[in-house]
Protein backbone atom coordinates (compact mmCIF):
# COMPACT_ATOMS: atom_id res chain seq x y z
CA UNK A 1 0.00 0.00 0.00
CA UNK A 2 1.29 3.45 -0.98
CA UNK A 3 1.56 6.76 0.86
CA UNK A 4 -1.77 7.79 -1.17
CA UNK A 5 -3.48 4.79 -0.48
CA UNK A 6 -2.84 4.93 3.29
CA UNK A 7 -3.75 8.56 2.93
CA UNK A 8 -7.38 7.68 1.65
CA UNK A 9 -7.75 5.01 4.51
CA UNK A 10 -6.50 7.26 6.92
CA UNK A 11 -9.42 10.31 6.32
CA UNK A 12 -11.93 7.44 5.49
CA UNK A 13 -11.63 6.55 9.40
CA UNK A 14 -11.16 9.71 10.49
CA UNK A 15 -13.50 11.58 8.96
CA UNK A 16 -16.57 8.82 9.93
CA UNK A 17 -15.17 8.63 13.87
CA UNK A 18 -17.33 10.53 16.24
CA UNK A 19 -14.55 12.28 17.92
CA UNK A 20 -13.62 15.47 16.83
CA UNK A 21 -10.16 15.84 15.13
CA UNK A 22 -8.56 18.97 14.55
CA UNK A 23 -4.81 19.70 12.57
CA UNK A 24 -3.48 22.98 13.80
CA UNK A 25 -0.08 24.55 12.20
CA UNK A 26 1.73 27.33 14.28
CA UNK A 27 -0.27 29.85 13.26
CA UNK A 28 -3.53 28.48 15.05
CA UNK A 29 -4.78 27.90 11.36
CA UNK A 30 -6.74 24.76 10.32
CA UNK A 31 -5.12 22.48 8.14
CA UNK A 32 -7.38 19.67 8.22
CA UNK A 33 -10.69 19.01 10.14
CA UNK A 34 -13.00 16.05 10.19
CA UNK A 35 -16.76 16.13 9.82
CA UNK A 36 -17.87 15.69 13.67
CA UNK A 37 -15.67 18.91 14.08
CA UNK A 38 -17.67 20.93 11.67
CA UNK A 39 -20.74 19.46 12.62
CA UNK A 40 -20.72 19.74 16.83
CA UNK A 41 -19.19 23.45 16.11
CA UNK A 42 -22.39 24.17 13.22
CA UNK A 43 -20.62 24.98 10.67
CA UNK A 44 -19.58 23.31 6.96
CA UNK A 45 -15.81 22.20 6.99
CA UNK A 46 -15.05 24.90 4.43
CA UNK A 47 -16.30 27.28 6.74
CA UNK A 48 -14.45 26.10 9.66
CA UNK A 49 -11.26 25.63 7.01
CA UNK A 50 -11.45 29.66 7.03
CA UNK A 51 -11.30 30.34 10.68
CA UNK A 52 -8.67 29.69 13.24
CA UNK A 53 -8.25 28.34 16.58
CA UNK A 54 -8.76 31.81 17.89
CA UNK A 55 -12.33 31.93 16.38
CA UNK A 56 -13.62 28.93 17.96
CA UNK A 57 -11.71 28.70 21.28
CA UNK A 58 -11.47 32.00 22.88
CA UNK A 59 -9.26 31.08 26.21
CA UNK A 60 -5.96 29.24 24.28
CA UNK A 61 -6.95 30.42 20.81
CA UNK A 62 -5.28 33.90 21.28
CA UNK A 63 -2.20 32.19 23.03
CA UNK A 64 -0.98 29.75 20.45
CA UNK A 65 1.69 31.41 19.43
CA UNK A 66 3.69 31.98 23.37
CA UNK A 67 2.37 28.43 24.00
CA UNK A 68 3.46 26.22 20.70
CA UNK A 69 7.47 26.13 21.93
CA UNK A 70 6.69 24.49 25.19
CA UNK A 71 3.77 22.41 23.17
CA UNK A 72 6.27 21.12 20.94
CA UNK A 73 8.93 20.03 23.92
CA UNK A 74 6.68 18.42 25.29
CA UNK A 75 5.10 16.40 22.12
CA UNK A 76 2.02 15.68 23.60
CA UNK A 77 -0.57 17.67 25.80
CA UNK A 78 -3.96 17.02 27.42
CA UNK A 79 -6.14 19.85 28.42
CA UNK A 80 -10.07 21.25 28.84
CA UNK A 81 -10.98 24.66 27.49
CA UNK A 82 -14.10 25.58 26.18
CA UNK A 83 -15.54 26.16 22.51
CA UNK A 84 -17.31 28.83 20.46
CA UNK A 85 -20.12 27.37 18.04
CA UNK A 86 -21.42 29.27 15.34
CA UNK A 87 -24.44 29.93 17.09
CA UNK A 88 -22.60 31.69 19.94
CA UNK A 89 -23.15 28.98 22.65
CA UNK A 90 -20.00 28.13 24.97
CA UNK A 91 -19.01 24.40 25.22
CA UNK A 92 -16.38 22.92 28.07
CA UNK A 93 -14.58 20.46 25.74
CA UNK A 94 -11.37 18.11 26.82
CA UNK A 95 -8.90 17.80 24.20
CA UNK A 96 -5.68 14.99 23.73
CA UNK A 97 -3.43 16.29 21.45
CA UNK A 98 0.44 15.18 19.69
CA UNK A 99 2.56 17.40 17.84
CA UNK A 100 3.61 16.03 14.43
CA UNK A 101 6.26 16.87 11.72
CA UNK A 102 4.89 16.57 8.55
CA UNK A 103 6.97 17.29 5.44
CA UNK A 104 8.91 20.39 7.06
CA UNK A 105 6.27 21.84 9.16
CA UNK A 106 4.60 21.11 12.67
CA UNK A 107 1.15 20.81 13.50
CA UNK A 108 -0.86 19.88 16.44
CA UNK A 109 -3.54 16.75 15.86
CA UNK A 110 -5.89 17.31 18.49
CA UNK A 111 -9.05 15.12 19.15
CA UNK A 112 -11.63 17.32 21.22
CA UNK A 113 -14.83 15.87 23.17
CA UNK A 114 -17.69 17.77 24.32
CA UNK A 115 -17.17 17.14 28.36
CA UNK A 116 -20.81 19.55 29.35
CA UNK A 117 -22.18 17.01 29.97
CA UNK A 118 -19.29 14.79 32.10
CA UNK A 119 -18.86 18.32 34.01
CA UNK A 120 -22.57 19.18 34.97
CA UNK A 121 -22.74 14.93 36.44
CA UNK A 122 -20.01 15.83 38.42
CA UNK A 123 -21.20 19.06 39.83
CA UNK A 124 -24.37 16.84 40.34
CA UNK A 125 -22.61 13.99 42.15
CA UNK A 126 -20.75 16.09 44.47
CA UNK A 127 -24.20 17.12 45.79
CA UNK A 128 -25.13 13.40 45.85
CA UNK A 129 -29.00 14.57 45.04
CA UNK A 130 -31.40 11.94 44.57
CA UNK A 131 -32.76 14.87 41.79
CA UNK A 132 -29.82 13.45 39.90
CA UNK A 133 -30.14 9.87 39.56
CA UNK A 134 -31.67 10.54 35.39
CA UNK A 135 -28.54 11.98 35.12
CA UNK A 136 -26.84 9.27 36.28
CA UNK A 137 -28.60 6.63 34.46
CA UNK A 138 -28.79 8.26 31.22
CA UNK A 139 -24.93 9.57 31.11
CA UNK A 140 -22.66 8.50 28.15
CA UNK A 141 -19.07 8.62 30.22
CA UNK A 142 -18.40 5.66 31.98
CA UNK A 143 -19.22 6.00 36.24
CA UNK A 144 -18.17 3.93 38.54
CA UNK A 145 -18.17 3.63 42.49
CA UNK A 146 -15.82 1.43 44.25
CA UNK A 147 -15.14 1.03 47.95
CA UNK A 148 -11.67 0.94 49.44
CA UNK A 149 -11.46 -2.92 49.10
CA UNK A 150 -11.54 -2.43 45.08
CA UNK A 151 -15.14 -4.22 45.18
CA UNK A 152 -18.06 -2.35 43.09
CA UNK A 153 -20.45 -0.16 44.74
CA UNK A 154 -22.47 1.16 41.87
CA UNK A 155 -21.80 1.40 38.12
CA UNK A 156 -23.72 3.35 35.25
CA UNK A 157 -25.09 1.71 32.40
CA UNK A 158 -22.87 3.39 29.67
CA UNK A 159 -20.08 1.47 31.63
CA UNK A 160 -22.10 -1.95 31.71
CA UNK A 161 -22.51 -1.83 28.18
CA UNK A 162 -18.33 -0.45 27.60
CA UNK A 163 -17.41 -3.72 29.36
CA UNK A 164 -20.08 -6.21 28.71
CA UNK A 165 -20.94 -6.99 32.42
CA UNK A 166 -24.52 -7.31 33.67
CA UNK A 167 -26.00 -5.40 37.13
CA UNK A 168 -25.47 -8.91 38.86
CA UNK A 169 -21.87 -9.71 37.24
CA UNK A 170 -20.77 -6.61 38.61
CA UNK A 171 -21.62 -7.34 42.40
CA UNK A 172 -19.33 -10.04 42.12
CA UNK A 173 -16.79 -8.45 40.45
CA UNK A 174 -13.55 -6.19 41.93
CA UNK A 175 -11.66 -3.18 40.30
CA UNK A 176 -8.75 -5.36 40.43
CA UNK A 177 -10.35 -8.01 37.55
CA UNK A 178 -10.79 -5.40 35.27
CA UNK A 179 -7.03 -3.99 35.65
CA UNK A 180 -5.16 -4.72 32.20
CA UNK A 181 -2.40 -6.78 33.27
CA UNK A 182 -0.09 -4.80 30.89
CA UNK A 183 -0.25 -1.83 33.11
CA UNK A 184 -0.99 -3.30 36.66
CA UNK A 185 1.89 -1.32 38.60
CA UNK A 186 0.09 2.10 37.44
CA UNK A 187 -3.41 1.26 37.82
CA UNK A 188 -2.59 -0.23 41.33
CA UNK A 189 -0.43 3.02 42.30
CA UNK A 190 -3.44 5.12 41.03
CA UNK A 191 -6.08 3.47 43.19
CA UNK A 192 -3.65 3.86 46.00
CA UNK A 193 -3.02 7.69 45.24
CA UNK A 194 -7.29 8.08 44.86
CA UNK A 195 -7.44 6.67 48.70
CA UNK A 196 -4.99 8.67 49.95
CA UNK A 197 -4.90 11.98 48.28
CA UNK A 198 -8.60 12.33 47.60
CA UNK A 199 -8.62 13.48 44.45
CA UNK A 200 -6.69 12.40 40.70
CA UNK A 201 -7.44 14.95 37.98
CA UNK A 202 -6.15 12.94 35.51
CA UNK A 203 -6.40 9.22 35.00
CA UNK A 204 -5.28 7.37 31.87
CA UNK A 205 -4.92 3.61 31.98
CA UNK A 206 -6.74 0.32 30.35
CA UNK A 207 -9.18 -2.16 31.19
CA UNK A 208 -10.30 -5.18 29.65
CA UNK A 209 -13.90 -6.39 29.00
CA UNK A 210 -15.14 -9.42 29.53
CA UNK A 211 -14.83 -10.61 25.94
CA UNK A 212 -11.13 -9.40 26.48
CA UNK A 213 -10.87 -6.32 25.07
CA UNK A 214 -8.80 -3.78 25.73
CA UNK A 215 -10.40 -0.55 26.84
CA UNK A 216 -8.16 2.68 26.59
CA UNK A 217 -10.07 4.95 29.35
CA UNK A 218 -9.21 8.55 30.46
CA UNK A 219 -11.01 10.56 33.58
CA UNK A 220 -10.59 11.80 37.16
CA UNK A 221 -11.57 10.28 40.71
CA UNK A 222 -12.12 11.48 43.97
CA UNK A 223 -12.74 10.07 47.62
CA UNK A 224 -15.21 10.84 49.65
CA UNK A 225 -14.34 10.07 53.68
CA UNK A 226 -16.09 9.61 56.92
CA UNK A 227 -13.54 10.16 60.46
CA UNK A 228 -10.62 10.73 57.95
CA UNK A 229 -11.33 6.97 56.66
CA UNK A 230 -11.52 6.59 52.90
CA UNK A 231 -15.70 5.37 51.95
CA UNK A 232 -15.88 5.00 48.62
CA UNK A 233 -14.13 6.51 45.42
CA UNK A 234 -15.86 8.07 42.42
CA UNK A 235 -14.55 7.85 39.39
CA UNK A 236 -16.35 9.48 35.46
CA UNK A 237 -14.01 8.19 32.97
CA UNK A 238 -14.66 7.73 28.72
CA UNK A 239 -13.67 5.18 26.60
CA UNK A 240 -10.71 7.02 24.44
CA UNK A 241 -9.81 3.10 22.47
CA UNK A 242 -10.80 4.90 19.08
CA UNK A 243 -8.69 7.79 19.83
CA UNK A 244 -5.94 6.00 20.58
CA UNK A 245 -6.04 4.51 17.63
CA UNK A 246 -6.48 7.10 15.53
CA UNK A 247 -3.64 8.69 16.91
CA UNK A 248 -1.39 5.53 16.80
CA UNK A 249 -2.16 5.25 12.76
CA UNK A 250 -1.51 8.80 12.31
CA UNK A 251 1.90 8.18 13.52
CA UNK A 252 2.34 4.96 12.08
CA UNK A 253 1.77 6.44 9.22
CA UNK A 254 3.73 9.67 9.57
CA UNK A 255 6.63 7.00 10.17
CA UNK A 256 6.07 5.26 7.62
CA UNK A 257 6.19 8.00 5.52
CA UNK A 258 9.79 9.27 7.03
CA UNK A 259 10.96 5.65 6.45
CA UNK A 260 10.00 5.64 2.74
CA UNK A 261 11.76 8.75 2.04
CA UNK A 262 14.85 7.44 3.46
CA UNK A 263 15.01 4.17 1.72
CA UNK A 264 13.88 5.97 -1.63
CA UNK A 265 16.65 8.01 -1.49
CA UNK A 266 19.08 5.06 -0.83
CA UNK A 267 17.62 2.75 -3.39
CA UNK A 268 18.51 5.52 -5.92
CA UNK A 269 22.27 5.83 -5.09
CA UNK A 270 22.44 1.86 -4.45
CA UNK A 271 20.76 1.33 -8.09
CA UNK A 272 23.70 3.68 -9.54
CA UNK A 273 26.36 1.53 -7.78
CA UNK A 274 24.58 -1.29 -9.40
CA UNK A 275 24.67 -0.20 -13.00
CA UNK A 276 28.51 0.10 -12.89
CA UNK A 277 28.83 -3.44 -11.32
CA UNK A 278 26.29 -5.06 -13.55
CA UNK A 279 27.08 -3.25 -15.88
CA UNK A 280 31.01 -4.14 -16.19
CA UNK A 281 30.43 -7.72 -15.09
CA UNK A 282 28.36 -8.28 -17.97
CA UNK A 283 30.58 -6.51 -20.34
CA UNK A 284 33.95 -8.41 -19.59
CA UNK A 285 32.53 -11.40 -19.13
CA UNK A 286 31.58 -11.33 -22.94
CA UNK A 287 34.83 -10.64 -23.78
CA UNK A 288 36.46 -14.08 -21.73
CA UNK A 289 37.02 -17.10 -23.76
CA UNK A 290 35.11 -19.82 -22.35
CA UNK A 291 36.99 -21.71 -19.23
CA UNK A 292 39.21 -18.45 -18.32
CA UNK A 293 39.45 -18.70 -14.49
CA UNK A 294 38.53 -15.12 -14.43
CA UNK A 295 34.93 -15.91 -15.87
CA UNK A 296 33.72 -17.20 -12.53
CA UNK A 297 34.93 -14.47 -10.18
CA UNK A 298 32.82 -12.13 -12.68
CA UNK A 299 29.45 -14.19 -12.60
CA UNK A 300 29.85 -13.89 -8.69
CA UNK A 301 30.60 -10.31 -8.98
CA UNK A 302 27.55 -10.27 -11.82
CA UNK A 303 25.16 -12.13 -8.92
CA UNK A 304 25.85 -10.27 -6.09
CA UNK A 305 24.89 -7.25 -8.61
CA UNK A 306 21.43 -9.10 -8.74
CA UNK A 307 20.88 -9.85 -5.69
CA UNK A 308 21.51 -6.39 -4.25
CA UNK A 309 19.27 -5.03 -6.67
CA UNK A 310 16.52 -7.55 -5.45
CA UNK A 311 17.62 -6.50 -1.81
CA UNK A 312 16.87 -3.19 -3.13
CA UNK A 313 13.51 -4.07 -4.05
CA UNK A 314 12.83 -5.58 -1.13
CA UNK A 315 13.84 -2.42 0.94
CA UNK A 316 11.02 -0.23 -0.85
CA UNK A 317 8.48 -2.48 -0.70
CA UNK A 318 8.63 -2.82 2.93
CA UNK A 319 8.25 1.52 2.81
CA UNK A 320 5.40 1.01 0.11
CA UNK A 321 7.38 2.74 -2.59
CA UNK A 322 7.68 -0.44 -4.45
CA UNK A 323 8.98 0.11 -8.18
CA UNK A 324 6.44 -1.86 -10.60
CA UNK A 325 8.58 -4.03 -13.44
CA UNK A 326 5.87 -6.08 -15.11
CA UNK A 327 7.07 -8.94 -17.20
CA UNK A 328 5.75 -12.39 -18.18
CA UNK A 329 7.34 -15.34 -15.47
CA UNK A 330 6.71 -18.56 -14.48
CA UNK A 331 5.59 -18.49 -10.91
CA UNK A 332 6.17 -21.95 -10.62
CA UNK A 333 9.86 -21.67 -10.98
CA UNK A 334 9.02 -18.49 -8.74
CA UNK A 335 7.81 -20.88 -6.15
CA UNK A 336 10.56 -23.15 -6.50
CA UNK A 337 13.23 -20.74 -6.86
CA UNK A 338 12.13 -19.25 -2.79
CA UNK A 339 11.56 -22.59 -1.38
CA UNK A 340 15.51 -22.73 -0.47
CA UNK A 341 14.88 -19.13 1.46
CA UNK A 342 11.48 -20.41 3.14
CA UNK A 343 12.73 -23.47 4.48
CA UNK A 344 15.68 -20.81 6.33
CA UNK A 345 12.96 -19.02 7.37
CA UNK A 346 11.30 -21.31 9.28
CA UNK A 347 11.57 -23.86 12.52
CA UNK A 348 12.79 -27.55 11.88
CA UNK A 349 9.50 -28.84 13.55
CA UNK A 350 7.53 -27.96 10.47
CA UNK A 351 7.38 -29.72 8.21
CA UNK A 352 7.75 -28.17 4.82
CA UNK A 353 6.28 -29.11 1.01
CA UNK A 354 6.33 -27.94 -2.06
CA UNK A 355 3.86 -28.78 -5.14
CA UNK A 356 4.59 -26.61 -8.62
CA UNK A 357 2.59 -27.76 -11.76
CA UNK A 358 5.36 -28.83 -14.79
CA UNK A 359 7.67 -25.48 -16.29
CA UNK A 360 6.05 -23.09 -17.92
CA UNK A 361 2.35 -24.08 -17.33
CA UNK A 362 2.23 -21.08 -14.13
CA UNK A 363 2.90 -18.46 -16.80
CA UNK A 364 1.21 -14.80 -15.35
CA UNK A 365 1.99 -10.73 -16.00
CA UNK A 366 4.01 -9.78 -12.59
CA UNK A 367 6.51 -8.11 -11.27
CA UNK A 368 8.49 -11.18 -9.88
CA UNK A 369 9.83 -9.10 -6.53
CA UNK A 370 6.69 -8.24 -5.49
CA UNK A 371 5.34 -12.30 -5.86
CA UNK A 372 8.37 -12.93 -4.34
CA UNK A 373 7.31 -10.52 -1.36
CA UNK A 374 3.80 -11.69 -1.06
CA UNK A 375 4.63 -15.56 -0.99
CA UNK A 376 7.23 -14.39 1.86
CA UNK A 377 4.60 -13.25 3.98
CA UNK A 378 2.11 -15.58 3.72
CA UNK A 379 4.72 -18.03 4.70
CA UNK A 380 5.92 -15.64 7.84
CA UNK A 381 2.27 -15.71 8.60
CA UNK A 382 2.03 -19.63 8.25
CA UNK A 383 5.17 -19.76 10.17
CA UNK A 384 3.59 -17.96 12.80
CA UNK A 385 0.48 -19.54 12.92
CA UNK A 386 2.42 -23.00 14.08
CA UNK A 387 4.84 -22.43 17.15
CA UNK A 388 4.60 -25.61 18.74
CA UNK A 389 5.19 -27.58 14.62
CA UNK A 390 2.95 -28.44 11.93
CA UNK A 391 2.58 -28.28 7.90
CA UNK A 392 3.41 -26.14 5.44
CA UNK A 393 2.29 -26.57 2.04
CA UNK A 394 3.02 -24.18 -0.78
CA UNK A 395 1.51 -25.39 -3.92
CA UNK A 396 1.47 -23.51 -7.91
CA UNK A 397 -1.30 -25.02 -10.15
CA UNK A 398 -3.81 -24.17 -13.01
CA UNK A 399 -7.81 -23.63 -12.48
CA UNK A 400 -10.48 -23.03 -15.10
CA UNK A 401 -13.33 -21.29 -13.51
CA UNK A 402 -16.42 -21.92 -15.21
CA UNK A 403 -19.58 -19.44 -14.95
CA UNK A 404 -21.83 -21.82 -12.80
CA UNK A 405 -18.86 -22.15 -10.22
CA UNK A 406 -17.45 -18.98 -9.61
CA UNK A 407 -19.62 -17.68 -7.03
CA UNK A 408 -18.19 -20.38 -4.59
CA UNK A 409 -14.40 -18.66 -4.98
CA UNK A 410 -15.04 -15.58 -3.24
CA UNK A 411 -16.60 -13.88 -6.74
CA UNK A 412 -13.67 -14.38 -8.79
CA UNK A 413 -14.74 -14.13 -12.42
CA UNK A 414 -14.59 -17.08 -14.53
CA UNK A 415 -11.56 -17.78 -16.92
CA UNK A 416 -8.31 -19.92 -16.04
CA UNK A 417 -5.91 -18.57 -13.81
CA UNK A 418 -2.74 -19.41 -12.34
CA UNK A 419 -3.13 -20.65 -8.27
CA UNK A 420 -0.83 -19.88 -5.71
CA UNK A 421 -1.64 -22.09 -2.64
CA UNK A 422 0.09 -21.86 0.96
CA UNK A 423 -1.74 -24.12 3.58
CA UNK A 424 -1.00 -24.08 6.94
CA UNK A 425 -2.18 -26.96 10.05
CA UNK A 426 -1.87 -23.52 12.62
CA UNK A 427 -4.06 -21.78 15.34
CA UNK A 428 -6.69 -20.87 12.50
CA UNK A 429 -8.79 -17.74 12.60
CA UNK A 430 -12.56 -17.04 13.24
CA UNK A 431 -14.43 -15.39 11.34
CA UNK A 432 -14.43 -11.86 12.88
CA UNK A 433 -11.00 -12.27 12.10
CA UNK A 434 -10.70 -12.85 8.59
CA UNK A 435 -12.89 -9.96 8.45
CA UNK A 436 -10.28 -7.33 9.40
CA UNK A 437 -7.31 -9.48 8.56
CA UNK A 438 -6.48 -7.41 5.42
CA UNK A 439 -7.15 -3.91 7.08
CA UNK A 440 -3.75 -1.82 7.60
CA UNK A 441 -2.60 -2.19 10.92
CA UNK A 442 -4.65 -4.82 11.93
CA UNK A 443 -3.19 -7.67 14.13
CA UNK A 444 -3.68 -10.73 16.17
CA UNK A 445 -0.04 -10.91 17.23
CA UNK A 446 1.37 -10.14 20.41
CA UNK A 447 2.83 -6.22 20.30
CA UNK A 448 6.11 -5.52 18.98
CA UNK A 449 5.48 -8.76 16.95
CA UNK A 450 3.58 -7.66 13.98
CA UNK A 451 3.23 -4.29 12.03
CA UNK A 452 -0.46 -5.68 11.01
CA UNK A 453 0.95 -4.69 7.52
CA UNK A 454 2.03 -7.92 5.92
CA UNK A 455 -1.36 -9.45 4.61
CA UNK A 456 -2.32 -5.60 3.86
CA UNK A 457 0.28 -5.11 1.73
CA UNK A 458 -0.10 -8.47 0.22
CA UNK A 459 -3.43 -8.12 -0.63
CA UNK A 460 -2.38 -4.50 -2.24
CA UNK A 461 0.46 -6.26 -4.25
CA UNK A 462 -2.15 -8.98 -5.26
CA UNK A 463 -4.78 -6.58 -6.40
CA UNK A 464 -2.71 -4.62 -8.42
CA UNK A 465 -2.06 -7.78 -10.76
CA UNK A 466 -5.76 -8.04 -11.14
CA UNK A 467 -5.66 -11.23 -9.06
CA UNK A 468 -7.88 -12.38 -6.06
CA UNK A 469 -7.35 -13.76 -2.85
CA UNK A 470 -9.38 -16.34 -0.84
CA UNK A 471 -9.31 -17.35 2.67
CA UNK A 472 -10.60 -20.49 4.16
CA UNK A 473 -9.70 -21.38 8.03
CA UNK A 474 -11.00 -22.29 10.79
CA UNK A 475 -9.75 -21.80 14.60
CA UNK A 476 -7.33 -24.74 15.30
CA UNK A 477 -7.97 -25.96 12.43
CA UNK A 478 -5.23 -24.06 10.22
CA UNK A 479 -5.55 -21.74 7.15
CA UNK A 480 -4.98 -21.67 3.63
CA UNK A 481 -4.67 -18.57 1.44
CA UNK A 482 -5.56 -19.01 -2.38
CA UNK A 483 -4.05 -16.67 -4.41
CA UNK A 484 -5.86 -16.38 -8.52
CA UNK A 485 -3.94 -14.74 -10.97
CA UNK A 486 -4.74 -14.78 -14.65
CA UNK A 487 -2.64 -16.87 -16.77
CA UNK A 488 -1.20 -15.74 -20.05
CA UNK A 489 -0.26 -17.12 -22.82
CA UNK A 490 3.10 -15.27 -23.78
CA UNK A 491 6.27 -16.62 -23.20
CA UNK A 492 8.30 -16.20 -20.36
CA UNK A 493 10.98 -13.18 -20.57
CA UNK A 494 14.41 -14.74 -20.54
CA UNK A 495 17.72 -13.39 -19.74
CA UNK A 496 19.56 -11.30 -22.47
CA UNK A 497 22.34 -13.21 -23.24
CA UNK A 498 25.76 -12.25 -24.31
CA UNK A 499 25.08 -13.98 -27.29
CA UNK A 500 22.02 -12.13 -27.88
CA UNK A 501 23.22 -9.41 -27.98
CA UNK A 502 25.85 -9.39 -30.62
CA UNK A 503 22.47 -9.03 -32.51
CA UNK A 504 21.18 -6.33 -30.76
CA UNK A 505 24.30 -3.83 -32.39
CA UNK A 506 23.36 -0.71 -33.46
CA UNK A 507 25.03 2.67 -35.94
CA UNK A 508 23.43 4.90 -34.55
CA UNK A 509 24.38 8.14 -32.37
CA UNK A 510 22.93 8.56 -28.58
CA UNK A 511 23.82 11.23 -26.19
CA UNK A 512 23.84 9.97 -22.44
CA UNK A 513 23.19 12.46 -20.03
CA UNK A 514 24.23 11.94 -16.07
CA UNK A 515 25.76 13.75 -13.46
CA UNK A 516 27.51 10.92 -11.85
CA UNK A 517 30.87 10.19 -13.65
CA UNK A 518 30.23 6.72 -13.21
CA UNK A 519 27.32 6.19 -15.09
CA UNK A 520 28.63 8.08 -18.15
CA UNK A 521 31.33 6.58 -18.51
CA UNK A 522 29.89 2.52 -17.70
CA UNK A 523 27.25 3.39 -20.08
CA UNK A 524 29.47 4.98 -23.01
CA UNK A 525 31.77 1.57 -22.15
CA UNK A 526 28.45 -0.46 -22.88
CA UNK A 527 27.27 1.32 -25.88
CA UNK A 528 30.33 1.72 -28.04
CA UNK A 529 31.06 -2.15 -27.51
CA UNK A 530 27.07 -2.44 -28.96
CA UNK A 531 28.29 0.13 -32.06
CA UNK A 532 26.79 2.71 -31.25
CA UNK A 533 28.59 6.50 -31.40
CA UNK A 534 28.10 7.83 -28.04
CA UNK A 535 28.54 11.74 -26.70
CA UNK A 536 28.29 12.50 -23.09
CA UNK A 537 27.16 15.10 -21.08
CA UNK A 538 27.24 15.82 -16.91
CA UNK A 539 24.32 18.42 -16.75
CA UNK A 540 21.51 19.46 -18.83
CA UNK A 541 22.99 22.60 -20.03
CA UNK A 542 25.81 20.94 -21.34
CA UNK A 543 23.47 18.77 -23.41
CA UNK A 544 21.53 21.68 -24.74
CA UNK A 545 24.94 23.26 -25.64
CA UNK A 546 25.97 20.32 -27.54
CA UNK A 547 23.03 19.89 -29.34
CA UNK A 548 22.36 23.46 -30.11
CA UNK A 549 26.00 23.30 -31.57
CA UNK A 550 24.74 20.42 -34.22
CA UNK A 551 28.03 19.05 -35.22
CA UNK A 552 26.49 15.77 -34.53
CA UNK A 553 23.15 14.39 -35.84
CA UNK A 554 21.88 12.65 -32.50
CA UNK A 555 19.60 9.74 -32.89
CA UNK A 556 18.31 9.67 -29.49
CA UNK A 557 18.83 10.93 -25.90
CA UNK A 558 19.39 8.98 -23.16
CA UNK A 559 18.97 10.93 -20.10
CA UNK A 560 18.55 10.54 -16.36
CA UNK A 561 15.47 12.18 -14.60
CA UNK A 562 16.32 13.65 -11.42
CA UNK A 563 19.52 16.07 -11.95
CA UNK A 564 20.89 19.17 -10.23
CA UNK A 565 19.51 22.18 -12.38
CA UNK A 566 17.22 21.03 -15.24
CA UNK A 567 15.64 18.08 -14.53
CA UNK A 568 15.01 15.49 -17.39
CA UNK A 569 12.01 16.26 -18.25
CA UNK A 570 12.89 19.60 -18.86
CA UNK A 571 15.70 18.63 -20.79
CA UNK A 572 13.58 16.28 -23.40
CA UNK A 573 10.81 18.65 -23.79
CA UNK A 574 13.84 22.01 -24.52
CA UNK A 575 15.36 19.03 -26.84
CA UNK A 576 12.29 18.15 -28.91
CA UNK A 577 11.56 21.85 -29.22
CA UNK A 578 15.07 21.94 -30.92
CA UNK A 579 15.10 19.05 -33.27
CA UNK A 580 11.42 17.07 -32.79
CA UNK A 581 13.14 13.78 -34.45
CA UNK A 582 15.39 12.54 -31.58
CA UNK A 583 13.99 10.01 -29.13
CA UNK A 584 14.03 10.45 -25.74
CA UNK A 585 14.69 7.35 -23.08
CA UNK A 586 14.41 8.50 -19.92
CA UNK A 587 16.31 6.23 -17.12
CA UNK A 588 16.56 6.58 -13.31
CA UNK A 589 16.84 4.93 -9.80
CA UNK A 590 14.32 6.59 -7.97
CA UNK A 591 10.38 5.38 -7.32
CA UNK A 592 7.81 6.10 -8.42
CA UNK A 593 6.41 8.89 -6.39
CA UNK A 594 9.50 10.89 -6.77
CA UNK A 595 9.21 10.48 -10.75
CA UNK A 596 6.13 11.67 -10.84
CA UNK A 597 7.23 14.70 -9.29
CA UNK A 598 9.65 15.75 -12.01
CA UNK A 599 7.05 15.10 -14.85
CA UNK A 600 7.95 11.34 -16.34
CA UNK A 601 5.91 8.26 -15.60
CA UNK A 602 7.55 4.90 -15.18
CA UNK A 603 4.97 2.52 -17.36
CA UNK A 604 5.64 4.86 -20.33
CA UNK A 605 7.89 2.62 -22.85
CA UNK A 606 10.43 5.40 -22.82
CA UNK A 607 11.31 4.80 -19.36
CA UNK A 608 14.41 1.90 -17.88
CA UNK A 609 14.70 1.71 -14.17
CA UNK A 610 18.43 1.38 -13.09
CA UNK A 611 20.19 -0.28 -11.98
CA UNK A 612 20.82 -0.68 -16.10
CA UNK A 613 22.44 -3.77 -17.40
CA UNK A 614 23.69 -4.15 -21.13
CA UNK A 615 21.51 -6.54 -22.24
CA UNK A 616 17.99 -4.89 -20.91
CA UNK A 617 19.83 -1.60 -22.64
CA UNK A 618 20.04 -3.10 -25.53
CA UNK A 619 16.66 -4.32 -26.19
CA UNK A 620 14.82 -1.17 -24.83
CA UNK A 621 17.26 1.10 -27.53
CA UNK A 622 16.08 -1.13 -30.38
CA UNK A 623 13.16 -1.27 -29.44
CA UNK A 624 13.05 2.85 -29.29
CA UNK A 625 15.20 3.25 -32.69
CA UNK A 626 13.25 0.53 -35.01
Not at 23 to 36: C, K, M, S, T
Not at 125 to 139: C, K, P, T, V
Not at 174 to 189: A, G, R, V, Y
Request: aromatic share 8%.
Amino acid sequence: MDNQELNIVFKRVVDTATVEFYLIDAEGRFAYVNQAAARNLGYSEAELLDLSLADIDPEIGPRVGQLWPEWKRQGKLWLETTHRTKSGQIVQKEVDAVCVTLGTADYICAFARDITERKRMESALRENGEQYRDLFESAGDLIQFVRPDGTFFQVNPAWRATFGYSAEEVEKLTIFDLIDPDCSNHCMETFQRVLEQGRVDRIETSFVAKNGDKIMIQGAANCRYENGKPQMTRCIFRNVSEEKRLQAQLLQSQKMEAIGRLTSGVAHDFNNLLTTILSYSELYLRRLPEGDPLSEALRAIRDAGIRGAALTRQLLTFSRHQVVDVRVIDLSSVVSGLSSMIRRLIDPSIHFAVEVAPCGQGRILADQHQIEQVLLNLAINARDAMPDGGVLTISCLEEVLEQEEFSNFGNIGPGRYVVLVVSDTGEGMSAEVQEHIFEPFFTTKPQGKGTGLGLATAYGIVKQHSGYIVVRSEPGKGATFRLYFPRVEAPVEAAVTGAALEVLQGSETILVVDDEPDILAVIRHALESMGYTVLTAPSAAEALHLIEEGRERIDLLLTDVVMPGMTGHGLAVRVQAIDPRIRVLFMSGYTDSMLEEHGVSRTHANFISKPLSPGDLAIKLRKMLA
